[in-house]
């Protein structure tokens, strides 16, 4: 399994193979991001929406929604992505893009409703551990942290039994914080 700074050196490379390509740009910025360089990932996710003219519709609308996120304009990343759940509700990443989005602009309830949505897709997609991972943002961002430590628990035993490693990493950090909040530090 890739780890982020492998991930984002086979990117740089796919980006320099294809500097006219929107695409890998925009999986870049994403690298970017999860790395913690804003900047850089403000920048590949500008430069993929100046070249995503070529794109169909869907795509462009996904890069869109993306640097709208990393922007921090959460708004109009919801409507992005909402669009893209209108015209795709099947596509797992669309709604929890969608949901992210949601939690972010401090819409907690709204995004519990768009993953309650995500749970009901056909399996495999609706076991995917982050529905529970952005369940647990969502109601972290409502004080609900029952809910939240519920929710990551949830997520950090789907990830541990499919060896996602990261999301296993981010469902155990969410539990702790939620521990944390809950008066319960020695269990943290």
């Known amino acids: 399994k890739l780890e982020l700074p492998e991930a984002r050196d086979l990117l740089v490379r796919a980006v320099e193979v294809s500097p006219e ?20 990932a403000e920048e590949q996710a500008r430069e993929a929406i100046h070249r995503s003219g ?4 869907e795509d462009r609308m996904f890069v869109e929604g993306r640097l709208h996120e990393i922007c921090k304009d959460y708004g109009r990343a919801i409507e992005s992505y909402r669009a893209l ?10 709604g929890l ?3 992210g989005a949601q939690t972010l602009a401090g819409r ?3 995004a519990l409703g768009t993953l309650a949505i995500l749970r009901k897709l056909p399996l495999p997609a609706a076991e995917d551990p982050r529905i529970w991972l952005g369940e647990a943002a969502a109601a972290n ?12 628990r949830g997520a950090a035993e789907r990830a541990e039994a499919i060896g996602a490693r990261l999301l296993l990493g981010r469902a155990r950090i969410s539990e702790a914080a939620a521990l944390v909040r809950l008066g319960r530090q020695a269990e943290a």
């Open 85 to 94: 759940t209108t015209f795709f509700p099947d596509e797992l990443e669309y």
């Open 54 to 57: 070529q794109l169909r519709r």
């Open 21 to 40: 390509h929107p695409l890998p740009r925009a999986a870049l910025a994403e690298a970017w991001l999860a790395l913690g360089h804003d900047r850089k």
């Open 97 to 99: 893009r969608l949901a």
């Open 108 to 110: 907690g309830k709204e």
């Open 141 to 152: 961002s409502l004080s609900d942290y029952a809910r939240e430590l519920a929710a990551a």
